[in-house]
């Protein structure tokens, strides 16, 4: 018979792709990871790990056990949204996971309105970037990640989405730069040098996909993924950016303006929670979603 728990750390190695990166995640040693990996395959009857030196990664075998243990995982949150709903589900902590902006602008107003509905519901909210957001997730961190599509990575079976809302782009100049004072084509800025967030960060991601569009790729000579700084550089003359409407203040771009679209996920399985429920609902109440 195999144990289910050691089926949680055959899939956060597969998610984290190291030993030591698994054993972290888990808040295990690495060599008790290994000892819990060596005693899986004793219960399968297969060899689910290939090695090498130091390095390991998954057999056929191992891959399709993978995903049983997502379906396991999966089944075991909709049992615990079960015996939630069995009792009242009225008081409990839930932890989210958000960018900066999406904190003021649901966040925030989702506590303020559990407040008044649900004033034993306990919310605990971390900043993270949206690339960052769904591992903790994935890892059990956190009951509730907000984060936006991004073209490096494509929806996981694992994780059930709900649309928040949709953010344009601007364009934020330096000050005296000679578009200024006017909606903007990002063609007209195509020699300019950039100011850009980090290669993985989802806004990255937007920023290349809509200059691609444009015809051309941008020069991105700073990077950074406080919009503060960004607006910092560029105002001190360093290059030009195209930052969310909601991160700083900037300028209409013309003709095809860039979107981001912010969604909210939880483990599949765990969405009718009533306490992950009540979060869900509010925010998606505090985010407008006719905009998406």
Same mark, same amino acid.
């Given at each position: 018979?195999?144990?289910?728990?050691?089926?949680?750390?055959?899939?956060?190695?597969?998610?984290?792709?190291?030993?030591?990166?698994?054993?972290?995640?888990?808040?295990?040693?690495?060599?008790?990871?290994?000892?819990?990996?060596?005693?899986?395959?004793?219960?399968?009857?297969?060899?689910?790990?290939?090695?090498?030196?130091?390095?390991?990664?998954?057999?056929?075998?191992?891959?399709?056990?993978?995903?049983?243990?997502?379906?396991?995982?999966?089944?075991?949150?909709?049992?615990?949204?079960?015996?939630?709903?069995?009792?009242?589900?009225?008081?409990?902590?839930?932890?989210?996971?958000?960018?900066?902006?999406?904190?003021? @602008? !649901?966040? /925030?107003?989702?506590?303020? +309105? =559990?407040?008044?509905?649900?004033?034993?519901?306990?919310?605990? &909210? %971390?900043?993270?970037?949206?690339?960052?957001?769904?591992?903790?997730?994935?890892?059990?961190?956190?009951?509730?990640?907000?984060?936006?599509?991004?073209?490096?990575?494509?929806?996981?079976?694992?994780?059930?989405?709900?649309?928040?809302?949709?953010?344009?782009?601007?364009?934020?100049?330096?000050?005296?730069?000679?578009?200024?004072?006017?909606?903007?084509?990002?063609?007209?800025?195509?020699?300019?040098?950039?100011?850009?967030?980090?290669?993985?960060?989802?806004?990255?991601?937007?920023?290349?996909?809509?200059?691609?569009?444009?015809?051309?790729?941008?020069?991105?000579?700073?990077?950074?993924?406080?919009?503060?700084?960004?607006?910092? @550089? !560029?105002? /001190?003359?360093?290059?030009? +950016? =195209?930052?969310?409407?909601?991160?700083?203040?900037?300028?209409? &771009? %013309?003709?095809?303006?860039?979107?981001?679209?912010?969604?909210?996920?939880?483990?599949?399985?765990?969405?009718?929670?009533?306490?992950?429920?009540?979060?869900?609902?509010?925010?998606?109440?505090?985010?407008?979603?006719?905009?998406?």
């Amino acid at each position: 018979m195999i144990d289910p728990r050691r089926l949680r750390v055959l899939s956060a190695l597969a998610d984290h792709g190291t030993v030591t990166a698994a054993a972290h995640a888990l808040h295990l040693t690495p060599s008790a990871v290994s000892q819990q990996l060596a005693a899986l395959e004793s219960e399968a009857g297969h060899a689910l790990l290939r090695r090498r030196g130091r390095r390991v990664s998954l057999t056929a075998a191992g891959e399709l056990l993978v995903e049983h243990a997502n379906a396991v995982a999966a089944e075991l949150e909709r049992a615990q949204a079960t015996l939630d709903s069995f009792s009242s589900g009225a008081s409990g902590r839930v932890e989210i996971a958000s960018f900066a902006s999406a904190i003021t @602008l !649901v966040v /925030a107003p989702m506590i303020l +309105a =559990l407040r008044s509905s649900a004033p034993s519901v306990s919310v605990v &909210v %971390r900043d993270a970037e949206g690339h960052a957001s769904l591992p903790l997730l994935l890892d059990g961190e956190i009951d509730l990640a907000i984060t936006e599509e991004y073209r490096s990575v494509g929806p996981d079976r694992r994780l059930t989405r709900f649309p928040l809302y949709s953010e344009p782009f601007d364009v934020v100049l330096p000050p005296g730069h000679r578009l200024a004072g006017a909606d903007v084509s990002l063609r007209e800025l195509s020699e300019e040098d950039w100011v850009a967030t980090l290669p993985g960060n989802p806004v990255r991601d937007v920023v290349e996909l809509a200059c691609s569009e444009a015809g051309f790729a941008p020069r991105i000579t700073h990077t950074s993924d406080d919009f503060r700084a960004i607006g910092a @550089l !560029v105002a /001190a003359g360093a290059g030009v +950016a =195209l930052v969310p409407r909601n991160a700083l203040p900037g300028t209409p &771009v %013309r003709g095809n303006v860039p979107l981001r679209r912010v969604f909210a996920a939880v483990r599949r399985g765990s969405e009718e929670r009533p306490l992950i429920k009540l979060v869900r609902d509010e925010l998606v109440r505090a985010a407008a979603p006719d905009t998406f």
